[in-house]
């Protein structure tokens, strides 16, 4: 047999097998490659791919037995006839026929290789590459906003997409895109991908990015590698929505962040009342794909914001009602009211509805009204989120809306932070349960906790603007000002032209006492009104002893019945204590929202060994320890 071989191999080159295996290798790796592009557009499974990678493999042999019997002539295709036949074509039609097959390998290389180069162009280029899937978009307004209005925060002094490690237990649920046809119908896709985001968040191990930072990539030309970059997951869920009637579509696909490959995809055609059948389907074999087991945290409660009752039109009544998150007006609040309103209608026993219910009218009230308007607005508040606790005790959400309240609304520090500390407990995944406990013990005094507190939320919503300036104003209270600068510098870099964040650059450039540095800053404030106090607050710092009188002397008149405690911080820069305590004390009297910021605000600390700084704790409520640092 041996002295067979060398005739063998002989043969097998004159009948042209060996060029036909490789060429049959390339052709099929690029059809393979073209393949995992295209087939993710039209929806189609996973398995499909697989297929197609199996059916070159069985019939590989098939080339090679073919191309052994068979040969393609002037004449057509032909048996090939051994090389001692008197049939057998002359030697030079062979090397004809085997120039034609090179010719073909070449081009088929040249394809594959310009392939490989425009894939690596587009993973570097992101413009460049077309994108067949869902991308996201613009944020929420966060319940803090509502509970503090007029204030400054701050959030992580890591920015985003830092280069630190990524989890391969993490994803970001990105909008599923609306295919309805109808651009009103925006907001069941949204809604969808809401859920989806809740519903993952209650796995263990399984780090999930909250809708704020998502949606910013709704339409974005980012790749995949990019946007897991930023939002700091190794997986990416997109897909798509069509609701028509009584029949609604949903593809969901699961892929790698880092090249864009598919690790699972499905296509669902079901009747609209099996939709939260659909979602639950979609959840588990996202966690299956991922190995993510159900939260087993002690006092951890699986939180669910659907009608106990199933019905389907009180969950697209809330899910427009969230919209009313999306635009921070009176009217969006009150369109928010209603639809919020009418999935109550339609379910009384709606636990999340009241919760949501709760912190609009809490909104509405911090933010545009007043008086006996604002009262009432708080009692419609206070009813709802009683009622949504008496529904159902272990929603997070509820627990929440009455954090909200209290804090906003009574200015009760230590019930604020028990009701937030509860909603941790029951759903310990929920990054905003995390930044507003923070935003509960910072007024106790307690800064250490919070910066650590924000820092983990911010793990799962890693481009949420107003939680670095928090982040930003928690660092200042403990003197870490490089790393203050560093987050409000982040949240400037995300959203240029917000409200405030200037002001909180004036506050660090005064505590480092560079007078230029804070007059620079306050000048770039676009806001008027936080313009003003941030000017007030850099020219008491200058040399310009008339121009910090008058800004101070203008202050007053323009905003001495709304502005109390920015007042007393003037004063309190000025080292005028008797001035700073009478205008702390109006700043009680009309409930100012400022004094949230008493324990941890270096300018008011500078009196924290005045008895009347003891005194004046112990009137609203508060503590007079604290581990913040009073300004030198």
Same mark, same amino acid.
């Given at each position: 047999?041996?002295?067979?071989?060398?005739?063998?191999?002989?043969?097998?080159?004159?009948?042209?097998?060996?060029? =036909?295996?490789?060429?049959?290798?390339?052709?099929?790796?690029?059809?393979?490659?073209?393949?995992?592009?295209?087939?993710?557009?039209?929806?189609?499974?996973?398995?499909?791919?697989?297929?197609?990678? &199996?059916?070159?493999?069985?019939?590989?042999?098939?080339?090679?037995?073919?191309?052994?019997?068979?040969?393609?002539?002037?004449?057509?295709?032909?048996?090939?006839?051994?090389?001692?036949?008197?049939?057998?074509?002359?030697?030079?039609?062979?090397?004809?026929?085997?120039?034609?097959?090179?010719?073909?390998?070449?081009?088929? +290389?040249?394809?594959?290789?310009?392939?490989?180069?425009?894939?690596?162009?587009?993973?570097?280029?992101?413009?460049?590459?077309?994108?067949?899937? /869902?991308?996201?978009?613009?944020?929420?307004?966060?319940?803090?906003?509502?509970?503090?209005?007029?204030?400054?925060?701050?959030?992580? *002094?890591?920015?985003?997409?830092?280069?630190?490690?990524?989890?391969?237990?993490?994803?970001?649920?990105?909008?599923?895109?609306?295919?309805?046809?109808?651009?009103?119908?925006?907001?069941?896709?949204?809604?969808?991908?809401?859920?989806?985001?809740?519903?993952?968040?209650?796995?263990?191990?399984?780090?999930?990015?909250?809708?704020?930072?998502?949606?910013?990539?709704?339409? *974005?030309?980012?790749?995949?590698?990019?946007?897991?970059?930023?939002?700091?997951?190794?997986?990416?869920?997109?897909?798509?929505?069509?609701?028509?009637?009584?029949?609604?579509?949903?593809?969901?696909?699961?892929?790698?962040?880092?090249?864009?490959?598919?690790?699972?995809?499905?296509?669902?055609?079901?009747?609209?009342?099996?939709?939260?059948?659909?979602?639950?389907?979609?959840?588990?074999?996202?966690?299956?794909?991922?190995?993510?087991?159900?939260?087993?945290?002690? $006092?951890?409660?699986?939180?669910?914001?659907?009608?106990?009752?199933?019905?389907?039109?009180?969950?697209?009544?809330?899910?427009?009602?969230?919209?009313?998150?999306? =635009?921070?007006?009176?009217?969006?609040?009150?369109?928010?009211?209603?639809?919020?309103?009418?999935?109550?209608?339609?379910?009384?026993?709606?636990?999340?509805?009241?919760?949501?219910?709760?912190?609009?009218?809490?909104?509405?009230?911090?933010?545009?009204?007043?008086?006996?308007?604002?009262?009432?607005?708080?009692?419609?508040?206070?009813? !709802?989120?009683?009622?949504?606790?008496? +529904?159902?005790?272990?929603?997070?959400?509820?627990?929440?809306?009455?954090?909200?309240?209290?804090?906003?609304?009574?200015?009760?520090?230590?019930?604020?932070?028990?009701?937030?500390?509860?909603?941790?407990?029951?759903?310990?995944?929920?990054?905003?349960?995390?930044?507003?406990?923070?935003?509960?013990?910072?007024?106790?005094?307690?800064?250490?906790?919070?910066?650590?507190? &924000?820092?983990?939320?911010?793990?799962?919503?890693?481009?949420?603007?107003?939680?670095?300036?928090?982040?930003?104003?928690?660092?200042? !209270?403990?003197?870490?000002?490089?790393?203050?600068?560093?987050?409000?510098?982040?949240?400037?870099?995300?959203?240029?032209?917000?409200?405030?964040?200037?002001?909180?650059?004036?506050?660090?450039?005064?505590?480092?006492?560079?007078?230029?540095?804070?007059?620079?800053?306050?000048?770039?404030?676009?806001?008027?009104?936080?313009?003003?106090?941030?000017?007030?607050?850099?020219?008491?710092? $200058?040399?310009?002893?008339?121009?910090?009188?008058?800004?101070?002397?203008?202050?007053?008149?323009?905003?001495?019945?709304?502005?109390?405690?920015?007042? /007393?911080?003037?004063?309190?820069?000025?080292?005028?204590?008797?001035?700073?305590?009478?205008?702390?004390?109006?700043?009680?009297?009309?409930?100012?929202?400022?004094?949230?910021? +008493? +324990?941890?605000?270096?300018?008011?600390?500078?009196?924290?060994?005045?008895?009347?700084?003891?005194?004046?704790?112990?009137?609203?409520?508060?503590?007079?320890?604290?581990?913040?640092?009073?300004?030198?």
């Amino acid at each position: 047999m041996a002295a067979n071989r060398p005739a063998f191999l002989e043969e097998l080159t004159r009948r042209h097998v060996w060029r =036909v295996a490789i060429a049959y290798a390339v052709v099929a790796w690029l059809l393979l490659q073209v393949a995992s592009v295209v087939l993710p557009t039209f929806g189609t499974p996973a398995w499909m791919l697989k297929a197609l990678i &199996v059916l070159f493999v069985l019939c590989f042999p098939v080339a090679l037995i073919l191309a052994w019997a068979f040969e393609l002539t002037p004449e057509g295709v032909r048996r090939t006839e051994s090389s001692d036949s008197p049939e057998a074509r002359p030697a030079h039609a062979h090397r004809s026929a085997g120039q034609k097959i090179n010719a073909v390998i070449i081009v088929v +290389l040249v394809m594959a290789v310009a392939l490989m180069g425009w894939r690596l162009y587009a993973d570097h280029h992101p413009l460049a590459a077309p994108q067949f899937a /869902a991308r996201t978009a613009p944020a929420p307004a966060s319940m803090a906003g509502a509970a503090m209005p007029g204030s400054r925060a701050a959030v992580n *002094s890591a920015a985003p997409g830092s280069g630190a490690s990524v989890s391969e237990k993490s994803v970001a649920v990105l909008p599923f895109a609306n295919e309805s046809g109808n651009k009103d119908e925006r907001f069941f896709s949204d809604g969808l991908s809401d859920d989806l985001t809740n519903a993952l968040s209650q796995f263990e191990g399984l780090k999930v990015i909250s809708r704020n930072s998502a949606f910013q990539f709704r339409d *974005s030309n980012d790749s995949s590698a990019v946007i897991g970059q930023k939002l700091g997951v190794a997986h990416l869920l997109e897909g798509s929505v069509q609701h028509a009637g009584d029949e609604v579509r949903i593809t969901a696909t699961l892929v790698s962040a880092a090249d864009g490959s598919i690790i699972w995809s499905q296509r669902y055609d079901k009747p609209y009342k099996d939709l939260f059948a659909l979602q639950d389907a979609i959840t588990n074999a996202v966690a299956g794909a991922l190995k993510a087991k159900l939260l087993t945290a002690p $006092g951890a409660v699986v939180q669910s914001d659907r009608p106990p009752s199933g019905n389907l039109d009180a969950y697209a009544a809330y899910l427009r009602g969230l919209g009313g998150y999306k =635009v921070l007006t009176p009217q969006a609040f009150r369109d928010a009211i209603a639809a919020f309103g009418e999935a109550i209608r339609l379910d009384p026993h709606y636990a999340a509805a009241y919760a949501q219910l709760s912190r609009m009218w809490t909104g509405l009230a911090a933010q545009f009204l007043s008086g006996s308007k604002a009262k009432q607005a708080y009692a419609e508040a206070a009813h !709802a989120a009683s009622t949504a606790l008496a +529904l159902d005790p272990d929603l997070a959400l509820a627990h929440l809306a009455r954090a909200n309240l209290l804090l906003t609304s009574d200015m009760n520090w230590k019930g604020a932070e028990a009701e937030a500390q509860r909603a941790v407990r029951l759903s310990p995944n929920d990054a905003y349960a995390r930044f507003f406990l923070a935003g509960t013990l910072a007024p106790l005094g307690q800064t250490r906790r919070a910066v650590e507190l &924000v820092r983990q939320a911010l793990q799962a919503d890693p481009r949420h603007v107003n939680w670095y300036l928090w982040m930003s104003t928690y660092l200042s !209270a403990q003197d870490r000002l490089d790393e203050a600068a560093e987050a409000v510098g982040t949240a400037i870099a995300l959203q240029p032209g917000a409200t405030g964040f200037h002001e909180q650059l004036t506050l660090i450039g005064i505590l480092r006492g560079d007078a230029r540095a804070a007059l620079a800053a306050a000048q770039q404030e676009p806001d008027a009104t936080y313009r003003e106090i941030a000017l007030t607050l850099a020219y008491q710092i $200058g040399s310009d002893h008339a121009a910090a009188d008058a800004a101070l002397k203008k202050l007053i008149a323009d905003h001495g019945d709304n502005a109390a405690y920015q007042i /007393a911080q003037v004063y309190a820069l000025r080292r005028d204590p008797d001035n700073t305590f009478k205008w702390l004390d109006r700043a009680w009297t009309s409930r100012d929202a400022g004094i949230n910021y +008493l +324990l941890f605000d270096p300018l008011i600390l500078r009196y924290r060994d005045d008895p009347r700084f003891a005194a004046f704790c112990k009137k609203v409520g508060l503590p007079t320890s604290t581990d913040a640092v009073a300004m030198r």
